[in-house]
């Protein structure tokens, strides 16, 4: 066998799913999160809940996918015609799409924030010295209380995902992303540096490396194990979808095991810039869903050549958000071309056309419309609503469903087949099978359950 081919075909699958997986969810919604839920007692549990749920989740996932060589509502019916077992398909086909309507709203800022950067308009933050934190959630809070803008933004960005995605995924983007990410890697950590040499940064990093025990309620776990999933694109059959692309030959649990790898050290790097640089600027660390574009251009502020490196950097960014868009659109795109018969371009554009009008809520929910930003009875903003219910409810049922119909259903004996097949000896065999049978449903269940009783 080819050992050089072998290795491109699974860096390829490696790369595809990792596109996907890195993005606002490591960068924006990692720090926010744990900055609301007790710093590090979260990373604490979000850590466990990778290890513990999502890894296993995601082999499972990509065992469905690569077994049936489908599309996720394409995969249950494979394996299970009868019963009701498709309809956990259009689930996540139906999440797939709500979470990108609103993830292309913050996908928008990156862009916005990008020509923000590029022109100088940071600049002023510098001169504003110890208000400088206070200058830039001002200006943040004009920037997304703008009705127009944010949809223009919004519309913008699944413009160029649909562009994208119309096309194909696995040209031009692929390369790019390849060449790229490590590129913005690179960038995190000159922003770390900068973020832990700042004065007071040691209380950000006692914030988000000493665990407060009590600080540990129901809504901490069920956030730490919803951003886990979230962070690794599980619960709505991505992972279904690009494992039914992986060759044979591939072993499946060393792709799942680099995957969660570069994704978490991501998602941890980010924690290192947010908190000490919040600490030391006197900000909130649970401030919510605008705390990273609060708290960045500070930081460009106080880096030489910062107006390059800040563009750069949201330029970066938004590239990682489209990889991951791209992925989400990719869902219900599809599934409308194998289930329904529709051409890729004609996929592609009315879902995202539909996409820019389901997110315009979300858009106008941070400052514009008075009553979308804070809604009754749930007292919240429409985008941290849609967020919770999609982006964490939904997709740990998702998980939960997957872990049941691989464990239970299909039979985690065939599933194993599945997964050894193509790679050396998987080790961990009775650790997964554990997992996906008893752990992963146990916990879930019961993890949602204690947030409701
Ligand atoms: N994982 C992506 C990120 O971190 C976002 C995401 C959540 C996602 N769920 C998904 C992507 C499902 C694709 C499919 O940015």
Redesign the pocket.
Known sequence: MNKRGNWNSRIGFILAASG???????IW?FPYTAGKNGGAAFLLIYLAAIVVLALPVLLAEAALGRATGRNPVGAFKALAPRGLWKGFGYLGVTA?FM?LSY?AVIAGWTLGYFLKALRGEFNALAAAGKDAAVVSQQTFGTFTATPVLQIILLAVFLGLTVYVTSRGVSGGIERWSKLLMPVLLVLLVVLMIRSLTLDGAGVGLKFYLKPDFSRITPSVVIAAMGQAF???????G?MITYGSYVRKNENLPASAGWIALCDTIIAITAGFIIFPAVFSQGMDPAGGPGLVFNILPVIFAKIPLGQVFGSLFFLLLAIA?LT?TV??LE?PVAYFIDERGWTRRRAAWITGIFCVIMGIPAALSQGSVGFLSRLPLVNMDFLSLWDLIW?NLV?SIGALFIAVFVGWVWKSSKALMEISRGGGRFRLALFWVIAIRYVAPALILVILLSKIL
């Open positions: 996907s997986a890195v993005g606002l969810g490591n919604r797939g979470i993830y979230f962070s690794l694109s599980l619960g709505v991505t958000a991951t992925s989400l869902v982006g997709l």
